[in-house]
C-alpha cells in the first residue's frame, strides 16, 4: 500500500492491447485509484484549486466537447482560458498523460447544432490544435481526426499535412466521432486503414465490441459504458446510499475487470489480467 493509501498494481506488461482509460463523472477518483482514468474538465472546473489533490494515477482530459457544442452549438470558452486549465490541473494534479484539443464533432446531428459543414468542424478541429500547441507547446496537448465518413476522415489527416503536421510522428492521436459507431465493420476498416498508415490512435468512447474488432490496433482508448448501463439497473448488493451504481467506484473497477479479461482471452493474449488490474481503499 502507498503512502496515499492507495493500494499498488503493476503497470500492463502487454503493450499489444491498448491502454484502457475508464472514463469517470467523479473526478476524486483521480486520487483513489491507480489505474488511468479519463476526466471531463467539465467536471472538474467545479472544483476549487483547493479542493484539487496530487492524482495516485496516470489519466487523460477529456476538453468537454461533446457537451459544449451540443449546448452552445460552439465553444464557449477561448483557447487561452482553456490552456490556463490545463496549465493548473497539469501541476496541481499530475500525472496528466494528454489533454484533448477544443474539438469539432462531426455526428450528423452535432453538425445541426452548429450550423456548420463536416468540413468546416475540421479545418476547426485542425486550426484549434495547432493553436493550442502554439500557446503552450509545454502541455501534452493531442490532435484529433475527425470525419463522418472513411474518406472525411483521411482528408482531415490530409488537413494536418497541408498544415505542417505529419500525424504519423506524433505519439498519439485521437479518433473523434466514432462513440455511436465504434462497433460497425466501417470504423474498424478505418482504424487498420490509419493505424497500418502509421498512426496511433486513441479511440473516444471505444466500447467493447468495438475492442473486440480492432483492440490490438489502438494504442489506447477510453469509455464511460459502465456509468450509463449501471444507471439502467438496480445497485449492486452491499452497495449503500444509491439506487443505482451509475458512480460507483466498485462497480467501475467490476467493469473494467471484465473489459481486461475479455481482451486478454479475445486477443489471445497470456498477460494475466491482474497485470493491469488496480485496487482502492475505502
Known amino acids: 500500500m502507498s503512502a496515499a493509501g492507495v493500494l499498488d498494481a503493476p503497470a500492463s506488461t502487454d503493450p499489444s492491447l491498448p491502454l ?4 469517470t463523472h467523479q473526478p476524486h477518483w483521480l486520487w483513489q485509484v491507480s489505474f488511468p482514468l479519463f476526466v471531463s474538465r467539465r467536471t472538474l472546473q467545479r472544483r476549487s484549486v483547493k479542493g484539487l489533490r496530487r492524482a495516485t494515477c496516470r489519466w487523460a482530459l477529456d476538453s468537454g466537447g461533446f457537451t459544449e457544442l451540443s449546448m452552445h452549438g460552439k465553444w464557449t ?11 493548473l490541473y497539469s501541476e496541481v494534479i499530475g500525472n496528466l498523460d494528454w489533454a484533448a484539443p477544443q474539438d469539432w464533432m462531426c455526428e450528423p446531428f452535432m ?4 450550423g456548420l459543414s463536416v468540413r468546416e468542424h475540421q479545418e476547426r478541429t485542425v486550426a484549434n490544435g495547432l493553436e493550442l500547441r502554439s500557446l503552450a507547446p509545454h502541455l501534452p496537448f493531442k490532435y484529433v481526426v ?8 483521411l482528408r482531415c489527416v490530409d488537413l494536418y499535412q497541408q498544415a505542417g ?4 510522428k506524433e505519439t498519439l492521436v485521437g ?6 459507431r465504434q462497433s460497425t465493420d466501417e470504423i474498424a476498416g478505418l482504424v487498420r486503414e490509419l493505424s497500418s498508415a502509421g498512426l496511433r490512435l486513441h479511440g473516444f468512447g471505444v466500447k467493447t465490441r468495438g475492442l473486440d474488432l480492432y483492440g490490438p490496433r489502438l494504442a489506447s482508448a477510453d469509455s464511460l459504458a ?12 452491499g452497495c449503500t446510499g444509491h439506487r443505482n451504481c451509475a458512480n460507483c467506484l466498485a462497480y467501475a473497477i467490476g467493469y473494467r475487470q471484465r473489459l481486461l479479461r475479455r481482451l486478454s482471452t479475445l486477443h489471445h493474449r497470456p498477460t494475466p489480467v491482474s497485470a493491469q488490474l488496480a485496487l482502492w481503499t475505502a
Do not use: I, N
Open 111 to 114: 453538425v445541426e447544432c452548429t
Open 165 to 168: 503536421v505529419d500525424l504519423t
Open 146 to 153: 475527425q470525419g463522418d465518413t472513411p474518406k472525411s476522415y
Open 175 to 180: 479518433l473523434g466521432s466514432v462513440c455511436r
Open 77 to 87: 470558452l477561448s483557447p487561452g482560458a482553456y490552456v490556463e486549465q490545463v496549465a
Open 20 to 23: 484502457f482509460y475508464l472514463g
Open 226 to 237: 459502465w456509468s450509463f448501463q449501471a444507471r439502467r439497473s438496480p445497485a449492486l448488493s
